[in-house]
């Protein structure tokens, strides 16, 4: 997600003594109200004055899941300043539409796909917004008939610079728009982070520059990673030892799909979803890939919890020097001794024209029982209006950039990966098909898969299987109309 640039303070005050409308949404006067955020803010969003629904209920569902726990609520004002500005940004928004915001978490996507199934079959307005996984059950919701068409709300303005275009282009349908994506969804894409001392011990190139200068590549990270590695003197190859490349498998690997300028699918001129990941681009990835993971450059772990009791080698040993991680697991280092840099991932070659990756947090959406969709349409615009200068300045600026980052060329590379942020429907809306997965988290296989046998010949047993599940998914969404 590019973010809105806050340059200066806020200068707006938020005024109590303006129009507002009633619960029915006709304008009363409501010059005795005072307002219960004391705050500034700028100039308001078109069309959405302040209003009055008499305290009604917004409710939100969640899955307790990757950002949701941290970053997107919180009871009070207490804690540090992202928990300060999540806590502002709630009331002012019930401020403005004299609405109560509140949330729910539950336990997973299905169990969150249940309970929205169970609603719309019932005409229940339980809940109002879900806020669920990148990729699973995210088909099925749509679908099933299941979602509001968020371009039928008047209030939800997917123009404005508060919403992420090319999330909102990739994620439509049919000029449908069933999921959405702005400044009140914190991205969470993944990165590279290197051990400053080990560069300097072997007088390595320095990886800001190669970045800055185009030259971050696969082939160079891989070259890089091949003079450090180092047994310690036993002749066994284990975690004691010091490695050039360190990751954990499965779906971080499926990130270099993104940084290396691809997607699963494209768009046609009939706004269809087409298969896309069979080109020539593809072959070279995996063929990178897989020379990465089979190299004894290179030690894989993983995140379940039968690796986390054991030795792993990340970061914080010190014995690698590159570490493949989620950002948002970066909390988890915030103890570390170790010196470290954060990266983009590299491009596939240097004739690339950016840095891209792929974002792995959540989806928004809205049942398509909501029973006023234009009130839960204008908290929505509200919540990614006022995130731009709330919760988007402080999760970059102090959660990233000053608690998380090592440096100021960090925080430099910070931005260069929120804005190489791509979405692809693909991997939201397929990702989990029996077919297109297996494409999806190819990688995987390659190091867990005793039947991989190449790309080649792994993609002729799944392709015709993935353009299929592409097929039914256009032709479901073509049935809604």
Same mark, same amino acid.
């Given at each position: 997600?590019?973010?809105?640039?806050?340059?200066?303070?806020?200068?707006?005050?938020?005024?109590?003594?303006?129009?507002?409308?009633?619960?029915?949404?006709?304008?009363?006067?409501?010059?005795?109200?005072?307002?219960?955020?004391?705050?500034?803010?700028?100039?308001?969003?078109?069309?959405?004055?302040?209003?009055?629904?008499?305290?009604?209920?917004?409710?939100?569902?969640?899955?307790?899941?990757?950002?949701? #726990?941290?970053?997107?609520?919180?009871?009070?004002?207490?804690?540090?300043?992202?928990?300060?500005?999540?806590? /502002?940004?709630?009331?002012?928004?019930?401020?403005?539409?004299?609405?109560?915001?509140?949330?729910?978490?539950?336990?997973?996507?299905?169990?969150?796909?249940?309970?929205?199934?169970?609603?719309?079959?019932?005409?229940?307005?339980?809940?109002? &917004?879900?806020?669920?996984?990148?990729?699973?059950?995210?088909?099925?919701?749509?679908?099933?008939?299941?979602?509001?068409?968020?371009?039928?709300?008047?209030?939800?303005?997917?123009?404005?610079?508060?919403?992420?275009?090319?999330?909102?282009?990739?994620?439509?349908? /049919?000029?449908?728009?069933?999921?959405?994506?702005?400044?009140?969804?914190?991205?969470?894409?993944?990165?590279?982070?290197?051990?400053?001392?080990?560069?300097?011990?072997?007088?390595?190139?320095?990886?800001?520059?190669?970045?800055?200068?185009?030259?971050?590549?696969?082939?160079?990270?891989?070259?890089?990673?091949?003079?450090?590695?180092?047994?310690?003197?036993?002749?066994?190859?284990?975690?004691?030892?010091?490695?050039?490349?360190?990751?954990?498998?499965?779906?971080?690997?499926?990130?270099?799909?993104?940084?290396?300028?691809?997607?699963?699918?494209?768009?046609?001129?009939?706004?269809?979803?087409?298969?896309?990941?069979?080109?020539? #681009?593809?072959?070279?990835?995996?063929?990178?890939?897989?020379?990465?993971?089979?190299?004894?450059?290179?030690?894989?772990?993983?995140?379940?919890?039968?690796?986390?009791?054991?030795?792993?080698?990340?970061?914080?040993?010190?014995?690698?020097?590159?570490?493949?991680?989620?950002?948002?697991?970066?909390?988890?280092?915030?103890?570390?001794?170790?010196?470290?840099?954060?990266?983009?991932?590299?491009?596939?070659?240097?004739?690339?024209?950016?840095?891209?990756?792929?974002?792995?947090?959540?989806?928004?959406?809205?049942?398509?029982?909501?029973?006023?969709?234009?009130?839960?349409?204008?908290?929505?615009?509200?919540?990614?209006?006022?995130?731009?200068?709330?919760?988007?300045?402080?999760?970059?600026?102090? &959660?990233?950039?000053?608690?998380?980052?090592?440096?100021?060329?960090?925080?430099?590379?910070?931005?260069?990966?929120?804005?190489?942020?791509?979405?692809?429907?693909?991997?939201?809306?397929?990702?989990?098909?029996?077919?297109?997965?297996?494409?999806?988290?190819?990688?995987?296989?390659?190091?867990?898969?005793?039947?991989?046998?190449?790309?080649?010949?792994?993609?002729?047993?799944?392709?015709?299987?993935?353009?299929?599940?592409?097929?039914?998914?256009?032709?479901?969404?073509?049935?809604?109309?």
């Amino acid at each position: 997600m590019k973010k809105r640039i806050v340059a200066t303070a806020l200068t707006v005050l938020l005024m109590a003594s303006i129009t507002s409308c009633s619960n029915d949404g006709t304008l009363e006067d409501t010059s005795d109200v005072g307002s219960t955020a004391d705050t500034e803010v700028s100039v308001l969003p078109a069309g959405i004055e302040k209003c009055n629904y008499g305290g009604k209920e917004i409710k939100f569902l969640a899955i307790d899941w990757g950002l949701y #726990k941290n970053y997107f609520f919180a009871e009070d004002n207490k804690g540090d300043t992202m928990n300060q500005e999540i806590y /502002k940004r709630r009331l002012l928004v019930e401020d403005h539409l004299g609405v109560s915001l509140t949330h729910e978490y539950v336990v997973s996507q299905p169990e969150m796909t249940t309970l929205l199934q169970s609603a719309v079959m019932s005409g229940d307005d339980d809940f109002q &917004v879900l806020l669920g996984h990148c990729i699973r059950n995210i088909s099925t919701q749509l679908t099933s008939d299941l979602l509001l068409d968020l371009n039928t709300v008047d209030a939800i303005n997917f123009d404005e610079e508060w919403w992420n275009g090319s999330a909102i282009e990739a994620l439509s349908t /049919k000029n449908k728009q069933y999921y959405a994506i702005g400044d009140f969804m914190i991205p969470d894409p993944n990165a590279i982070l290197f051990n400053k001392q080990l560069i300097d011990e072997h007088e390595l190139e320095d990886p800001y520059a190669l970045v800055r200068g185009g030259e971050w590549t696969i082939d160079k990270m891989m070259e890089m990673a091949s003079h450090v590695t180092l047994d310690n003197g036993d002749s066994v190859w284990d975690t004691n030892d010091t490695y050039g490349f360190s990751t954990p498998d499965n779906w971080f690997l499926s990130s270099f799909i993104y940084s290396s300028g691809m997607t699963l699918t494209e768009v046609n001129d009939e706004g269809e979803f087409e298969f896309a990941f069979g080109s020539e #681009k593809a072959y070279t990835l995996m063929e990178k890939l897989e020379s990465i993971l089979t190299s004894p450059d290179t030690i894989i772990h993983s995140y379940t919890k039968e690796m986390l009791d054991k030795d792993v080698v990340d970061i914080s040993t010190g014995r690698c020097l590159f570490y493949v991680t989620s950002l948002n697991r970066l909390n988890l280092l915030r103890d570390s001794t170790v010196e470290y840099g954060i990266l983009p991932y590299p491009k596939l070659d240097a004739e690339q024209d950016g840095y891209y990756n792929n974002d792995w947090s959540g989806l928004m959406c809205v049942p398509v029982t909501v029973k006023d969709p234009e009130m839960v349409g204008k908290a929505i615009e509200l919540l990614n209006y006022y995130s731009a200068e709330t919760t988007v300045p402080a999760y970059y600026d102090l &959660v990233l950039g000053e608690k998380l980052s090592r440096d100021e060329d960090s925080k430099e590379m910070l931005e260069i990966i929120f804005d190489g942020v791509v979405f692809d429907a693909g991997m939201n809306y397929l990702g989990f098909e029996s077919n297109m997965n297996m494409l999806f988290y190819t990688p995987e296989f390659m190091v867990n898969g005793k039947s991989y046998g190449g790309f080649s010949s792994w993609l002729a047993k799944y392709e015709t299987g993935a353009r299929n599940e592409i097929t039914a998914f256009n032709e479901a969404v073509a049935a809604l109309d």
